[in-house]
T-cell receptor, first 114, second 114 residues
C-alpha cells in the first residue's frame, strides 16, 4: 500500500511569494495534520483537518492556511513568505476516529525561501 | 504548560552496545506516547506507540519503550544497536482532547561507531 505522499519534494521561493504544498494521505485515512520542522528542531504542529473540517490549529500566523478535499487530500498554503518559513513541511495522516490513532508521516517538502 | 523533554541532544554508541533514549513529558491529561525515527532528509517513521495497557511496548527494528507514569517518562531502548540505527529520534505526545496534534521533543541524534 502507498504511504503518505507529498509534492513537491523541494521548492525554492523568494520572500513575499506564495507557496502551495500538497499531501495525499494513506488510503482510508480521513485525518491530515501538517507540521513544520525547522533544521535542528522537532516538528511543530500547524493544522489538523478531519472530514474536511479544521480540527486544530497551532501557533502560526494567518499567512498559513490549509484545506482538505473530498478525497481527503490536503493543501497547505503560505502567503507572503519570510526567510523564517524555510523548513521541512511534513504531512501526516491517521484514521481519524473518536480516539487517538498513530500518525504516519510523508517524506516532507523542503521549502527554501531566499 | 505542556511539554516534552528529551534531555540528550546527542548520543554516541558503539555498534553492538545497548542504547537508551530518555523522554519526559508534562501533561495534565492522559498522554498518548510515540517514538519516531528520522533519517537525514527523510520523513518520520513510527517506531512504537503507547495508548494504554502493558507499560512495556515493543516496536519495530528491535526497539522497546517503557511508560512510567510516576516518573512521567517514556524511555526508548534497544539491546544491541546496528550501524543502520544512526538517525535522529523524536519522542511525541498526544492527548484525547487534541489527538490530531502531536507535540514533539527536540530530538536526540544517535551516532553509531564501529
Amino acid at each position: 500500500d502507498a504511504g503518505v505522499t507529498q509534492s513537491p519534494t523541494h521548492l525554492i521561493k523568494t520572500r513575499g511569494q506564495h507557496v502551495t504544498l500538497r499531501c495525499s494521505p494513506i488510503s482510508g485515512h480521513k485525518s491530515v495534520s501538517w507540521y513544520q520542522q525547522v533544521l535542528g528542531q522537532g516538528p511543530q504542529f500547524i493544522f489538523q483537518y478531519y472530514e474536511k473540517e479544521e480540527r486544530g490549529r497551532g501557533n502560526f500566523p494567518d499567512r498559513f492556511s490549509a484545506r482538505q478535499f473530498p478525497n481527503y487530500s490536503s493543501e497547505l498554503n503560505v502567503n507572503a513568505l519570510l526567510l523564517g518559513d524555510s523548513a521541512l513541511y511534513l504531512c501526516a495522516s491517521s484514521l481519524g476516529t473518536a480516539f487517538p490513532r498513530e500518525q504516519y508521516f510523508g517524506p516532507g517538502t523542503r521549502l527554501t525561501v531566499t | 504548560a505542556q511539554s516534552v523533554t528529551q534531555p540528550d541532544i546527542h548520543i554516541t554508541v558503539s555498534e553492538g552496545a545497548s542504547l537508551e533514549l530518555r523522554c519526559n513529558y508534562s501533561y495534565g491529561a492522559t498522554p498518548y506516547l510515540f517514538w519516531y525515527v528520522q533519517s537525514p532528509g527523510q520523513g518520520l517513521q513510527l517506531l512504537l506507540k503507547y495508548f494504554s495497557g502493558d507499560t512495556l511496548v515493543q516496536g519495530i527494528k528491535g526497539f522497546e519503550a517503557e511508560f512510567k507514569r510516576s516518573q512521567s517518562s517514556f524511555n526508548l531502548r534497544k539491546p544491541s544497536v546496528h550501524w543502520s540505527d544512526a538517525a535522529e529520534y523524536f519522542c511525541a505526545v498526544g492527548t484525547t482532547d487534541s489527538w490530531g496534534k502531536l507535540q514533539f521533543g527536540a530530538g536526540t541524534q544517535v551516532v553509531v561507531t564501529p
